[in-house]
T-cell receptor
Framework: QQQVKQSPQSLIVQKGGISIINCAYE??????FPWYQQFPGKGPALLIA?????SEKKEGRFTISFNKSAKQFSLHIMDSQPGDSATYFC?????????????FGKGTLLTVNP | DTGVSQNPRHKITKRGQNVTFRCDPI?????LYWYRQTLGQGPEFLTY????????KSRLLSDRFSAERPKGSFSTLEIQRTEQGDSAMYLC?????????FGEGSRLTVL
């Protein structure tokens, strides 16, 4: 059972455009939703995260939108740049649990064309 | 560099051989995780340590896999009698609470 579903699998945008990646979760105990960015040959790195007490969080060009009732959240990358080309993973965590483990989506390969 | 360190970065082995990976977490982090990532997939949870205690193991962790974290510091992940299906990136992460910090991974290729 896939607990975090991510779409699209791949995404191509032009420089300056908006990249949007969507995720949906099933476990209502999840209460922390990070996005990780991974470049080839590197480990995932935390990009931005949100908790369900807010509907939106913005850090620079990156924004998370969160819809608790729909159990969905999305990453928006404004003014996308070629350097943003990477694989993006959404994840979810039950911080009230004992282990803080993350459950990841399958990832979205973003390509930003110059 | 005070990040999570993993060694070796790459390992090529023949089917049936044993391999061991090492993870050195961020020094003040008491939580340590192992994940496996295959091509085109997100990281999948394997096991979790709090200090030296292994508190959770995924069903993905067959009896050929064993992980240790002696003295609550570095951790090792050993795979015995490797199979081609074990080929993957093995990621280690550490945490004090909340945010997980990942290492760059150890890529295993089983021929």
């Amino acid at each position: 059972q896939q607990q975090v579903k991510q779409s699209p699998q791949s995404l191509i945008v032009q420089k300056g455009g908006i990249s949007i990646i969507n995720c949906a979760y099933e476990n209502t105990a999840f209460d922390y939703f990070p996005w990780y960015q991974q470049f080839p040959g590197k480990g995932p790195a935390l990009l931005i995260a949100i908790r369900p007490d807010v509907s939106e969080k913005k850090e620079g060009r990156f924004t998370i939108s969160f819809n608790k009732s729909a159990k969905q959240f999305s990453l928006h990358i404004m003014d996308s740049q070629p350097g943003d080309s990477a694989t993006y993973f959404c994840a979810a965590q039950n911080s009230g649990g004992s282990n803080y483990k993350l459950t990841f989506g399958k990832g979205t390969l973003l390509t930003v064309n110059p | 560099d005070t990040g999570v360190s993993q060694n070796p970065r790459h390992k090529i082995t023949k089917r049936g051989q044993n391999v061991t990976f090492r993870c050195d977490p961020i020094s003040e982090h008491n939580r340590l995780y192992w994940y496996r990532q295959t091509l085109g997939q997100g990281p999948e949870f394997l096991t979790y340590f709090q200090n030296e205690a292994q508190l959770e193991k995924s069903r993905l962790l067959s009896d050929r896999f064993s992980a240790e974290r002696p003295k609550g510091s570095f951790s090792t992940l050993e795979i015995q009698r490797t199979e081609q299906g074990d080929s993957a990136m093995y990621l280690c992460a550490s945490s004090s609470a909340g945010e997980l910090f990942f290492g760059e991974g150890s890529r295993l290729t089983v021929l």
